[in-house]
């Protein structure tokens, strides 16, 4: 079943139409052949193409309090080991977690077993968007997640043990956020926790010593006042330094350009950042003539399309979700940026494709391969994630969703908690698994390039990035892309601090 999230927008009221996604839907080892369609557990899914938004009548994401869960429990299996990943296109093991790193972290692992681990059990939680205009977001997240499980107890489980996720909708809400994680730490007694972003439960995580795996982007990910927080794809400061070096190498970058940013200060916090995108630019050889905070919240971007057009930039920086918004009041205005638009958030495809055409040509990149292996060359690692994703988590089998940066960042994630995990031996403790993530380098996920470090003073994620431009295919009313560049990294990261600049900065930033 080909599965794709859209926006339906109701009649009365500035509110988000609710998408609800399957997201922790799991088709046991054996119930359907890959590829076979499978039911979606009640979720109302969509039966078209994605539409381009017509953003006049969004406003918040609907309001509730109770989260939906998905626990998906059950026997299930799939294709992998925990450090699968087969060769990762620049050759050497499949899983290089760093030798002495699992070394370490078993010595560690003294004391009581972790919560969340009994003698045939190992207990995972998530939390995450699960509906509103980003559920496909939380499909995508444990949709990955669960796949690699699944692959990991077709193997046996670790040690006998099989996992299990358990996964809570907080539709990008701190404050549901916050609540979930507890519940899951507190009441369901989870040995780890995935999310998508540590703001919201920096302080909790940290206290309660719980290891926290999140996508990365904002600056409480990647501060070392958080060391069992993990980042596991990138940064907002980084990425807008790696897009500017790859729009120079592609010829679009023009020196004394002037640039409009606009950038999220509720889902993804980068305001702190501020200051320092707007040197990443300026240091480049660029003018950022307006910075603008603008939330998928505000719901009409057309203000902010009317003052790009005033201040005639050159090329729109975008640094929030509130991106998807403002290319559509952009086309009701037949305007774009003569030198360009983009930037990190524009990397995913399901928020691209609603969009609409008017996405053709935005830039954007992402941290890791395509199902082919580009830009690399395509491995074992690659059919591995993409036949256990179509087997047990067929709703997001597609292209669209296989290149999303969220779903090739939580299965790479997935890799990184079992591989902790594993190298524990029986004896799982909590602190064991901390000391062993916390000390491993150049980590092998197969499908991108190695999680440099994760130690509390140097987190990296996988840092590099490759960047192409967006192109509307109207056949099949989605948007694609081809890598416009092989991998690179910021050209700039030296003068901030070098390799561990971003916990450096981080760490300023409080």
């Known amino acids: 079943m080909r599965h794709r999230s859209t926006i339906r927008l109701v009649a009365a009221g500035a509110m988000f139409a609710l998408i609800v996604a399957a997201c922790g839907t799991r088709v046991p080892d ?19 193409g994605v539409p381009a938004i017509d953003d006049s009548s969004l406003g918040t994401t609907p309001d509730g309090g109770g989260a939906a869960v998905v626990d998906s429990s059950g026997d299930a299996g799939a294709a992998s080991s925990p450090s699968a990943g087969g060769d990762s296109g620049g050759g050497g093991e499949s899983a290089d977690s760093g030798g002495d790193a699992a070394e370490a972290g078993q010595a560690a692992a003294t004391g009581p077993l972790s919560q969340g681990v009994t003698d045939d059990e190992i207990l995972i939680g998530g939390t995450g968007p699960l509906s509103g205009v980003t559920g496909f977001l939380g499909e995508e997240v444990f949709g990955a997640i669960d796949s690699y499980f699944q692959l990991v107890n077709s193997r046996g489980g670790i040690n006998g043990r099989k996992l299990r996720l358990i996964s809570y909708d907080d539709r990008f809400d701190s404050s549901q956020t916050l609540a979930n994680t507890r519940r899951l730490w507190e009441q369901d007694k989870v040995a780890a926790i995935f999310l998508a972003f540590g703001d919201p439960v920096a302080d909790y995580a940290t206290r309660n010593r719980i290891p926290t795996i999140v996508f990365g982007v904002t600056p409480k990910s990647f501060s070392s006042k958080y060391p069992t927080i993990y980042p596991i794809v990138g940064n907002a400061l980084i990425w807008t330094q790696e897009v500017i070096r790859g729009l120079k190498e592609q010829g679009v970058f023009k020196q004394g350009m002037k640039v409009g940013m606009m950038y999220d200060t509720q889902i993804l916090d980068v305001g702190p950042y501020v200051p320092f995108l707007k040197a990443a630019w300026e240091d480049a050889g660029a003018e950022v003539v307006s910075t603008d905070p603008f939330n998928l919240t505000d719901g009409d971007c057309t203000n902010l399309v009317l003052k790009m057009k005033d201040l005639e930039i050159d090329y729109w920086d975008f640094q929030g979700l509130g991106w998807i918004l403002c290319a559509s009041a952009a086309q009701r205005q037949q305007y774009r940026p003569p030198v360009g638009w983009g930037n990190w958030p ?36 690659h059919d591995e994630y993409v036949n256990s994703i179509k087997r047990y988590h067929p709703e997001i089998a597609s292209f669209s969703h296989y290149d999303s940066p969220a779903t090739i960042g939580y299965w790479s994630g997935a890799q990184l908690i079992v591989a902790a995990i594993e190298a524990q031996g029986a004896n799982i403790t909590t602190e064991g698994v901390l000391d062993w993530i916390a000390k491993v380098e150049n980590f092998e996920t197969g499908i991108t390039p190695p999680i440099i470090s994760m130690a509390p003073n140097c987190k990296t994620g996988s840092e590099v990035v490759w960047i192409g431009q967006w192109k509307w295919d109207s056949a099949k009313k989605e948007a694609t892309r081809t890598p416009a560049t092989g991998y690179f990294t910021s050209d700039q990261k030296e003068k901030y601090g070098g390799k561990c600049f971003l916990t450096k900065v981080s760490d300023q930033l409080g």
Do not use: E, H, M
């Open 30 to 48: 054996g119930t359907v052949a890959a590829g076979q369609s499978v039911s979606n557990g009640g979720a109302v899914t969509s039966d078209g």
């Open 346 to 381: 524009t990397s995913v495809g399901g928020l691209a494709t609603q969009v609409g055409p008017w996405v053709d040509g935005i830039w954007g990149g992402s941290q890791g391969d395509q199902p082919d292996g580009s830009p690399r060359q395509k491995t074992a690692a």
